[in-house]
């Protein structure tokens, strides 16, 4: 299973951008679809995450600001970014887990999109 990512950029302070992530390949069902990031010298770190059904978490430093969605008939995630900061700047990755077939799973990882908030 392959995961595509689109939409990052430079934005100013304040500004939003939304990105996107379409999965494709063998998919039986996916469970959770999630964006995760890192900037440079950090950890990855998780951001936003949903389940098939709609539940959704958030990290604390984004909650408020960023809508994480997804569209179950297109396998595409959507990261709504409002109010971005410089302390958003990074590269986002989604995540993707589910099955190909009834008895084999998956997990994968998109490519990465780079998003940087600066005036």
């Known amino acids: 299973v392959q995961l595509q990512a689109f939409g990052g950029g430079l934005v100013q302070p304040g500004g939003s951008l939304r990105l996107s992530c379409a999965a494709s390949?063998?998919?039986?069902?996916?469970?959770?679809m999630g964006w995760y990031r890192q900037a440079p010298g950090k950890q990855r770190e998780l951001v936003a995450v949903i389940t098939s059904g709609g539940s959704t978490n958030y990290a604390d430093s984004v909650k408020g600001r960023f809508t994480i969605s997804r569209d179950n008939a297109k396998n595409t995630v959507y990261l709504q970014m409002n109010s971005l900061k410089p302390e958003d700047t990074a590269a986002y990755y989604c995540?993707?887990?589910?099955?190909?077939?009834?008895?084999?799973?998956?997990?994968?990882w998109g490519q990465g999109t780079k998003v940087t908030v600066s005036s």
């Open positions: 995540n993707a887990e589910g099955r190909e077939s009834r008895s084999l799973r998956f997990t994968s």
């Open positions: 390949g063998s998919i039986f069902s996916i469970n959770a």
